[in-house]
């Protein structure tokens, strides 16, 4: 289940990140969670940030690709994840 965090898969996925975020600078992709696009030369510590992620942890949309990560900004990444405030999704 985890075993993207260790090992081989882990090293592929590091490599993963890394083509998305060219990607992602080349073809202008937005964000898989927000929808707006994301600037990959802003600093990693930075919240609007590339980050990526797997589309199986996705909930908002669903229509993504298996098994290809999707961009996202480090604020929406965190945004999903049961360790972040969750107060920007308080709308509707
Ligand atoms: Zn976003």
């Not at 975020?21 to 080349?26: F, H, I, L, M, W």
């Not at 797997?54 to 669903?62: E, N, T």
Request: aromatic residues 4%.
């Amino acid at each position: 289940m985890s075993s993207l965090r260790n090992g081989n898969g882990h090293r592929a996925y590091r490599r993963k990140q890394a083509q998305l975020k060219r990607r992602t600078a080349r073809e202008s992709l937005a964000c898989a969670w927000c929808g707006a696009p994301i600037d990959t030369t802003l600093p990693a510590t930075h919240p609007m940030s590339f980050t990526a992620d797997h589309p199986d942890a996705v909930v908002h949309g669903g229509h993504l690709v298996k098994q290809e990560l999707a961009p996202m900004h480090r604020r929406c990444n965190s945004s999903k994840g049961d360790s972040a405030p969750v107060e920007i999704w308080e709308a509707s």
